[in-house]
């Protein structure tokens, strides 16, 4: 039962859930952030924005961005637009419920797409993959973090750092550089 309020959020215990997530994954979401370069980025994605703490964490950033953001649950929208309510309302940020396998997005649109502790719980990584890499413009970057022991306990798949590379590549992606922190393992992806 708790896989999937992890996966997908419902009803009381989802937004318990989602509103714990805003507190617990801040630092992984601060340092994902600072291990990321900006450039000119314009339009930012944020997946799986759970609690909402990365899009506040990159509204915070002050740059002269749109950021957008997809989840799966009805109860990480509730939390994460109640936590950003006020850059919603300025036009900086987007939120909206769609699957990352299947998202509502031009191609070639996103400058830097972050999926931090989510890909874990896609029901086809594959597919999430091509789908971002597909919204990502030709010199965007995919910026994939996690803990290290949700990977190995929820992904039957891709475990392992050669394992996703393989798949990343394959999809077409031309570079994946890997970097530890403790428990904590961040991608930088680049199509």
Same mark, same amino acid.
């Given at each position: 039962?708790?896989?999937?309020q992890?996966?997908?959020?419902?009803?009381?215990?989802?937004?318990?859930t989602t509103?714990i997530?805003?507190?617990?994954?801040e630092?992984?979401s601060?340092?994902t952030?600072?291990?990321?370069?900006?450039?000119?980025?314009?339009?930012?994605l944020d997946?799986?924005?759970g609690?909402?703490s990365?899009?506040?964490n990159?509204?915070e950033?002050?740059?002269?961005? $749109?950021?957008?953001?997809v989840d799966i649950?009805?109860?990480?929208?509730?939390?994460?637009?109640?936590?950003n #309510?006020?850059?919603i &309302?300025?036009?900086?940020?987007k939120?909206?419920?769609?699957?990352?396998a299947l998202?509502?997005y031009p191609?070639?649109?996103f400058?830097?797409v972050?999926?931090?502790?989510?890909h874990m719980?896609?029901?086809?990584?594959?597919k999430?993959?091509e789908e971002i890499y597909?919204?990502m413009s030709n010199?965007?970057v995919f910026?994939?973090?996690s803990e290290?022991?949700?990977i190995?306990?929820?992904?039957?798949e891709?475990? $392992?750092?050669a394992?996703?590379?393989?798949?990343l590549?394959e999809?077409?992606?031309?570079e994946v550089?890997e #970097?530890?922190?403790? &428990?904590?393992?961040?991608?930088t992806v680049?199509?």
């Amino acid at each position: 039962y708790l896989s999937e309020q992890a996966a997908n959020p419902r009803g009381i215990i989802g937004e318990i859930t989602t509103k714990i997530w805003s507190s617990y994954f801040e630092d992984l979401s601060k340092w994902t952030i600072s291990n990321t370069e900006m450039g000119d980025a314009t339009n930012i994605l944020d997946i799986g924005y759970g609690g909402g703490s990365n899009v506040k964490n990159l509204v915070e950033l002050n740059k002269n961005v $749109t950021i957008y953001g997809v989840d799966i649950s009805k109860e990480s929208y509730k939390t994460a637009t109640n936590l950003n #309510k006020k850059a919603i &309302n300025n036009g900086k940020v987007k939120l909206s419920i769609q699957d990352v396998a299947l998202m509502n997005y031009p191609a070639d649109f996103f400058d830097i797409v972050y999926a931090i502790q989510t890909h874990m719980y896609w029901d086809n990584p594959r597919k999430g993959f091509e789908e971002i890499y597909r919204v990502m413009s030709n010199e965007a970057v995919f910026i994939l973090s996690s803990e290290k022991d949700k990977i190995e306990y929820h992904m039957d798949e891709y475990k $392992t750092t050669a394992s996703l590379t393989a798949l990343l590549k394959e999809i077409g992606f031309r570079e994946v550089v890997e #970097k530890e922190k403790g &428990n904590w393992v961040l991608y930088t992806v680049r199509k």
